[in-house]
């Protein structure tokens, strides 16, 4: 069975930083491109960020880049997002996610930046 | 880049069938074969119904269907149930590794 299980979320103060990890199983980890999406709450979700399958290719949403960072270790089976610069409106559940086949999400994670 | 437009609620007897819709532009939608549909309970991980347009992933019911002409998808429920009420999103690939969502729909079930 495909799982993703995200942790590390929790409070912090704007300006400050944070490190979600997703673990992943039941999957080939180092052959799929990974994301993470948020969703705050009330609100659609947004995607955040993507990355390539080796590493190699980053991708972000406007309204992160440059604070935040994605990466995965295919070793550990585990991705992440470094999250730099916090915002009171990066308030959200944080989701990983598996974006192409058929889509599969963790069950998230909550950041909450607030002083 | 702009949310997908969704209906903001729609609603349905038992037994009727509800159709939710989502446009997009010729950049997302009307490009890629990538459209996905989930159902999200309130304080719930999102459910998927619908990937690739059309597919049902294992274990959805064969009530849930999707479709797509242009640069609008869409999601149909048939023979409505009590349990199908929740909020519905809709999810396009927009293309340079990014994805695009919809505002999300209500669906009421009377």
């Known amino acids: 069975e495909v799982q993703l299980v995200e942790s590390g979320g929790g409070l912090a103060q704007p300006g400050g930083s944070l490190r979600l990890s997703c673990a992943a199983s039941?999957?080939?980890?180092?052959?799929?491109?990974m994301m993470w999406v948020r969703q705050a709450s009330g609100k659609g979700p947004e995607w955040v960020s993507g990355i390539s399958d080796n590493g190699g290719s980053t991708y972000y949403a406007d309204s992160v880049k440059g604070r935040f960072i994605i990466s995965r270790d295919n070793s550990k089976n585990t991705l992440y997002l470094q999250m730099n610069s916090l915002r009171v409106d990066d308030t959200a559940v944080y989701y990983c996610?598996?974006?192409?086949?058929?889509?599969?999400w963790g069950q998230g994670t909550l950041v909450t930046v607030s002083s | 880049q702009s949310a997908l437009t969704q209906p903001a609620s729609v609603s349905g007897s038992p037994g009727q069938s509800i159709t939710v819709s989502c446009t997009g532009t010729?950049?997302?939608?009307?490009?890629?074969?990538?459209v996905s549909w989930y159902q999200q309970l309130p304080g719930k991980a999102p459910k998927f119904m619908i990937y690739e347009d059309t597919e049902r992933p294992s274990g959805v019911s064969a009530r849930f269907s999707g479709s797509k002409s242009g640069n609008t998808a869409s999601l149909t429920i048939s023979g409505l149930q009590a349990e199908d009420e929740a909020n519905y999103y809709c999810c396009s690939y927009a293309g340079s590794s990014s994805w695009i969502f919809g505002g999300g729909t209500k669906l009421t079930v009377l």
């Open positions: 996610a598996i974006p192409f086949g058929s889509p599969v």
């Open positions: 010729a950049s997302d939608v009307g490009s890629y074969n990538l």
């Open positions: 039941g999957f080939t980890f180092s052959r799929s491109a």
